[in-house]
Nanobody
């Protein structure tokens, strides 16, 4: 049973930065495409960025140029570097496989506010 543990969220002012981490259990991490997702209150969960096993990346339009997804297969960890944060980035952030989801972790709260 693969589990995901997200961390690194917090309260940051507009224009600030945060780096999220997601550690995944399981031996098949390196062969899977991983995604970062977010869910704001009242909204559906949405894909923010994804990274293939080979390192190819794709970003949602609203975060392209500000967010960077990366992975360390030796550590079973995927990262999301978030720069130039905006209030509309406020959400709970989750990681999971893409496109087929497994059980969601608890997520990590990101709040962008002055």
């Amino acid at each position: 049973q693969v589990q995901f543990v997200e961390s690194g969220g917090g309260l940051v002012q507009p224009g600030g930065s945060l780096r999220l981490s997601c550690e995944a259990s399981g031996s098949s991490f390196s062969i899977n495409t991983m995604g970062w997702y977010r869910q704001a209150p009242g909204n559906e969960r949405e894909l923010v960025a994804r990274i293939s096993s080979g390192g190819s990346t794709i970003y949602a339009v609203g975060v392209k140029g500000r967010f960077t997804i990366s992975r360390d297969n030796a550590k079973n960890t995927v990262y999301l570097q978030m720069n130039s944060l905006k209030p509309e980035d406020t959400a709970v952030y989750y990681c999971n496989l893409y496109p087929i989801f497994l059980t969601w972790g608890q997520g990590t709260q990101v709040t962008v506010s002055s």
